[in-house]
């Protein structure tokens, strides 16, 4: 049997540089740095069905702004982000339908009274401590999966 040595050593070049360029892009993929962190994730659990809020803070670490458009979580039918605000001494809330800029190398506090995750259509049946993840999805990078801890509804977080 005789070997074609031209087509061989083709061969031989083009898995070369197939893995060559399957190492390179691992390791640029590694190098990327996370686009955000999330902290401080927690939710108030509130009795019966109704609606409950989620809050953290969300930690910018790259060189322009990030917009987070939305949520998700199995444990929930419908994830809002919403705002609450005093104007005139009356309370409101609303939707933030068109996505919500974190500054780059900033930080936004999503808290009480404040910006949160309005969480509805319960799936389950929560009891405090337990752990639920939700999904913040950003546009133009990935998505991140982020545990927030259910939490008493006379719970205050304490800031430093």
Known sequence: MKINTRSYKHNMSRLFFWLLLSLLSQNIY???PVPATIKHAW?????GNGPMA???????HTDHNLILSGAN???FGSIMIHQSEIHHG????????????????????FSPG??????MERKQSFTVGEQITITLMFRHHPDIHASF?????WFEEERK
């Open 30 to 32: 590694a190098a990327s």
């Open 149 to 153: 801890e259910l939490k008493p509804i």
């Open 73 to 75: 979580s199995p444990a």
């Open 43 to 47: 939710i108030r659990l509130t009795p």
């Open 114 to 119: 404040g910006y949160h995750l309005m969480l």
């Open 90 to 109: 009356e309370a409101s809330m609303h939707a933030i339908t068109q996505g919500l800029a974190i500054s780059a190398g900033g930080t936004l506090r």
């Open 54 to 60: 989620g809050y953290f803070e969300i930690v910018n």
